[in-house]
């Protein structure tokens, strides 16, 4: 098995984002699309569609397998049963960790991983090297997307989209119900 859109959640839990004292924030909840992508990578993880657009872009850079393993990370913690959990663990293991693995990911420590963690899986068996992985994302290929051409022309049709006569029409008559 290899990790692929069909094993893939079709949404990610949101991330809480608050304020300075500890209030949901509400300023990120009037963003969307690309907008609220290049406020976090979070934010972009957070998007089905984000997702999509990030991986099209690492694929280019050759180190999808960094969000393929994040994603694979995110499904393992929700994993129920030990017979369940050794199987993704495993499958985890050998797509991404072992030094056989087909999309192998670079992490801290990894040399010291065998086989042996899989007996006992737990849902944070992977959290260290996840967060390795998100980092290397977050300071490296994140900035990187924000600056790529596929960023960039799906910020465009974007805005062609919010700019295009239907949408403004559908604006002003919304606009027009509220504000009776």
């Given at each position: 098995?290899?990790?692929?859109?069909?094993?893939?959640?079709?949404?990610?839990?949101?991330?809480?984002?608050?304020?300075?004292?500890?209030?949901?924030?509400?300023?990120?909840?009037?963003?969307?699309?690309?907008?609220?992508?290049?406020t976090s990578l979070e934010n972009l993880l957070e998007d089905p569609e984000g997702v999509k657009r990030f991986r099209?872009?690492?694929?280019?850079?050759f180190s999808e397998e960094n969000v393929l393993f994040w994603l694979a990370c995110e499904e393992f913690k929700k994993t129920q049963g030990k017979k369940q959990m050794q199987e993704k663990a495993k499958e985890i293991y050998?797509?991404?960790?072992?030094?056989?693995?087909?999309?192998?990911?670079?992490?801290?420590?990894?040399?010291?991983?065998?086989?042996?963690?899989?007996?006992?899986?737990?849902?944070?068996?992977?959290?260290?090297?996840?967060?390795?992985?998100?980092?290397?994302?977050?300071?490296?290929?994140?900035?990187?997307?924000?600056?790529?051409?596929?960023?960039?022309?799906?910020?465009?049709?974007?805005?062609?989209?919010?700019?295009?006569?239907?949408?403004?029409?559908?604006?002003?008559?919304?606009?027009?119900?509220?504000?009776?």
């Amino acid at each position: 098995l290899s990790w692929n859109e069909a094993s893939l959640p079709a949404v990610f839990p949101p991330f809480k984002i608050n304020d300075s004292e500890g209030h949901p924030s509400s300023s990120h909840q009037t963003l969307k699309g690309t907008s609220k992508w290049a406020t976090s990578l979070e934010n972009l993880l957070e998007d089905p569609e984000g997702v999509k657009r990030f991986r099209e872009f690492l694929k280019k850079e050759f180190s999808e397998e960094n969000v393929l393993f994040w994603l694979a990370c995110e499904e393992f913690k929700k994993t129920q049963g030990k017979k369940q959990m050794q199987e993704k663990a495993k499958e985890i293991y050998m797509t991404f960790l072992s030094s056989k693995a087909s999309s192998q990911v670079n992490v801290e420590g990894q040399s010291r991983l065998n086989e042996t963690i899989l007996e006992t899986p737990h849902p944070l068996m992977f959290q260290k090297l996840q967060d390795q992985i998100f980092n290397l994302m977050k300071y490296d290929s994140y900035s990187r997307f924000l600056k790529s051409d596929i960023f960039l022309n799906h910020k465009k049709s974007e805005e062609q989209e919010e700019n295009s006569p239907e949408a403004q029409t559908a604006a002003k008559r919304a606009s027009r119900i509220y504000n009776t």
